[in-house]
């Protein structure tokens, strides 16, 4: 099977999901769309052991994918481009302390604890994991994932602070989350030595070095586009922006993730104000909604084809179901601890530390970086933990978040 037929598939498994959805079940579309393709896998695996066919034809579709490179070299630029295309920078403003003490401490909290309970959970099961190989999994599992959450958040009227620190901590955790679970998979391998120093030298590059390489390259591109009044001309040009940005940070081994948002915001808010005419503006808002839309159905419709592919046996079942608890515990930590000891309470409304910690959906990133860990014993445990953990995240959270929040209004 080559490149086209793989993506011929993709696009039109997602094209009849979101019709089906769109049609008959009328869940939001990214839930909707992993709702169907999951049901279609668990047929699957259900037909699989009751003997009637052999499912392996479409796991080895799903491994020829490759999952992991497909979303962490592909399809995730795009998408966090898209996303901070329409952050407002004077609203990201008002909420940056409390967004950039989640994103960061935040996540090295939720790696801690989360890991540790992992860790602890596997043992009682039998499973002799390594405590680093349980941090990796903390670390994998600890980005949130705005893209279910987003819709759900709009449609009930979530108010605008609220929304802006879900989507500012979802968008720059996902590069904290990438640079820490990396310094944990080359210590475990080898690749990087475990002293203090290194290790912040290491973060302090990717993190600083890719909102730099983000800032100079999307202010490059805005540059170039001011003069112009082409819309073809300029969506094209962001698009090389991203692509640019996102392959020229991993040469350079930065944080591709964090260029990419700091380029998109960028370019969404003085790009858009001082480099763009209003035909322009509407051109490129339509143009890369449907980019953001077509890239989720492909990554949602993913996620509930994996199932195909997953170690079921109940030991496995049983630690992603403990693993929930402890992803929730960890989420609720990282949440609390920075609110109440770095003097940023008075930024939160009684009752948003409960709905942080369940709107702190996961989602594909997770399930990429599981499958980005190179061969060991660990990790078919880490991916099937990781997937469990994601899709209660999706169906479960994603569905129950709106009425959370009426709740507390």
Avoid at 137 to 163: H, N, W
Avoid at 252 to 281: K, Q, W
Wanted: glycine residues 10%; charged residues 10%.
């Amino acid at each position: 099977m080559n490149i086209f037929h793989l993506i011929a598939a993709l696009l039109s498994l997602a094209a009849f999901a979101s019709y089906i959805n769109h049609r008959f079940i009328r869940l939001p579309s990214t839930i909707g769309m992993m709702v169907i393709a999951l049901i279609g896998s668990l047929g699957l695996v259900a037909l699989r052991h009751a003997g009637v066919i052999d499912a392996g034809k479409v796991a080895a579709f799903i491994h020829e994918l490759d999952f992991g490179d497909l979303l962490l070299h592909g399809m995730l630029g795009f998408m966090l481009f898209a996303g901070a295309l329409h952050i407002n920078l004077g609203d990201l403003r008002k909420v940056k302390t409390p967004v950039s003490i989640l994103a960061s401490a935040g996540i090295i909290i939720a790696t801690f604890v989360t890991g540790t309970l992992f860790w602890q959970a596997s043992h009682w099961l039998g499973f002799e994991i390594p405590y680093l190989y349980a941090l990796i999994f903390g670390a994998l599992i600890s980005p949130t994932d705005p893209i279910a959450v987003m819709g759900i958040l709009k449609q009930v009227g979530a108010p605008k602070r609220l929304e802006m620190k879900i989507a500012g901590e979802s968008l720059f955790n996902d590069g904290v989350a990438v640079v820490v679970f990396l310094t944990l998979v080359g210590i475990a391998t080898g690749k990087t030595p475990p002293t203090a120093a290194h290790i912040g030298i290491f973060l302090l590059k990717e993190v600083c070095g890719g909102a730099l390489l983000g800032f100079v390259l999307g202010w490059i591109i805005y540059r170039l586009i001011r003069p112009l009044n082409a819309y073809q001309v300029e969506i094209l040009m962001t698009l090389a922006l991203v692509a640019g940005t996102y392959a020229l940070s991993e040469i350079l081994h930065l944080s591709a993730p964090i260029a990419v948002v700091v380029a998109g915001i960028l370019i969404g808010n003085h790009g858009r104000s001082f480099g763009m005419s209003e035909t322009t503006r509407q051109h490129l808002d339509n143009f890369w909604e449907l980019v953001d839309e077509l890239l989720n159905a492909i990554l949602f419709v993913l996620i509930g084809l994996e199932v195909v592919a997953l170690n079921t046996s109940i030991s496995h079942l049983v630690l992603g179901l403990l693993a929930i608890a402890a992803v929730l515990l960890g989420r609720f930590v990282s949440v609390l601890i920075p609110i109440n000891l770095l003097a940023i309470k008075k930024d939160f409304s009684p009752g948003t530390i409960r709905i942080l910690t369940w709107a702190g959906l996961r989602g594909g990133i997770s399930i990429a970086l599981a499958l980005s860990l190179p061969p060991s014993p660990e990790r078919e445990l880490i991916v099937t933990a990781t997937y469990i953990v994601v899709v209660f995240s999706i169906l479960v959270q994603g569905l129950t978040i709106g009425r959370l929040i009426l709740t507390r209004r």
